[in-house]
């Protein structure tokens, strides 16, 4: 029995702390494999570039583990960053600009949450439905044309505090926010009890209605944040910007060990998954693999994550009935 709780304590720390060996081992390979790749430049740029989709990732992270999903997030970004730009041009105000950009993400967000709640439509279809809404809304507004000339309104992906970019320091605030919420607030508890069997979560008393509710507020919070940043690091208010940035997202949170089947993911998982993504994407431009091989990486790092989602799913259920047998054999 001793060697079994053993066994089994091994293989759950091997499963937590899996991520991080991962992404360490990529560190020290990509380390060796371009000596550009530790310079303070190239990981200052690989840290600020991820900044707008690892925030993304958070607010994917929030809703797979509740059981919901966000294919939205592109096409809100760029709506949400259009209009912030906007609004600054109009009116000089930096915070004006900011508060339009996060009120944009929360609104379309608590649309895709009323369609989902209160109207009973899928989140695949509901966000579809929102990721094509936006994107027209972003297009309608900019007659299709890019806004340029965004002066002061660059600080926000451009500027530095103290030498560190401003997007690392809204990366780093993010996560600890994301991190604190789903450790130590009865609403991340919440979350992981719908995602693991909602129905046994609205036995238990939990407001399913109200807590989804909540995670897409939050979702539209980060979402917001990510257009201002995105459009003020690009200079310009894109419409057509952020495209697939989602499908980023989606990536960072599963391979850091966010379930699709709801109810496991952590924030620290999430940095480590969006970060094996970047150093894997920043090496193989430093070596110069071709751009479509990289699309064939990506897909194939999506496919292998999901894969081992499902594997690692399987193999908790057999020890969970195996657990149950070794309890009834006592």
């Not at 929102?130 to 451009?158: D, E, P, S």
């Not at 690091?233 to 599963?254: C, H, M, S």
């Not at 998982?269 to 430093?286: E, H, K, P, R, S």
Request: net charge positive; aromatic share 10%.
């Amino acid at each position: 029995m001793t060697q079994l709780r053993v066994g089994e304590t091994w293989a759950a720390a091997k499963e937590k702390y899996s991520i991080f060996l991962v992404l360490l081992t990529l560190f020290v390979v990509c380390s060796f494999a371009n000596p550009n790749f530790l310079s303070f430049n190239n990981l200052s740029n690989i840290s600020r570039q991820l900044s707008v989709t690892t925030i993304l990732a958070f607010g994917e992270t929030i809703l797979i583990i509740s059981g919901m999903i966000d294919l939205s997030a592109g096409s809100v970004l760029a709506l949400s960053g259009v209009l912030a730009v906007s609004t600054f041009k109009a009116t000089g105000s930096l915070t004006l600009a900011f508060a339009v950009g996060v009120l944009t993400g929360v609104l379309c967000s608590l649309l895709n949450a009323l369609m989902i709640t209160d109207f009973r439509v899928p989140p695949f279809i509901a966000t579809l439905a929102m990721q094509t809404m936006a994107r027209g809304a972003a297009l309608l507004y900019t007659k299709g044309q890019n806004i340029l000339q965004l002066g002061r309104f660059v600080v926000f992906g451009q500027g530095n505090i103290q030498g560190v970019p401003i997007p690392i320091i809204f990366l780093a605030v993010i996560f600890a926010i994301t991190w604190y919420v789903l450790r130590h607030t009865r609403f991340g508890r919440s979350l992981y009890a719908i995602g693991g069997n909602e129905e046994a979560a609205v036995a238990s008393g939990i407001n399913v209605k109200r807590v989804k509710y909540k995670a897409f507020l939050f979702n539209g919070v980060l979402v917001g944040i990510a257009g201002v940043l995105f459009m003020s690091r690009v200079n310009a208010g894109l419409p057509n910007g952020a495209i697939n940035f989602e499908f980023q997202a989606l990536t960072a949170a599963i391979i850091g060990g966010t379930s699709f089947s709801g109810g496991i993911g952590t924030a620290a998982g999430t940095l480590a998954g969006a970060f094996i993504v970047g150093f894997l994407d920043n090496i193989m431009n430093l070596t110069g693999v071709d751009s479509y091989v990289q699309q064939i990486v990506r897909g194939a790092i999506i496919a292998l994550a999901v894969i081992y989602d499902i594997w690692a799913k399987v193999r908790r259920r057999t020890r969970s009935s195996l657990g149950g047998i070794e309890h009834q054999k006592k």
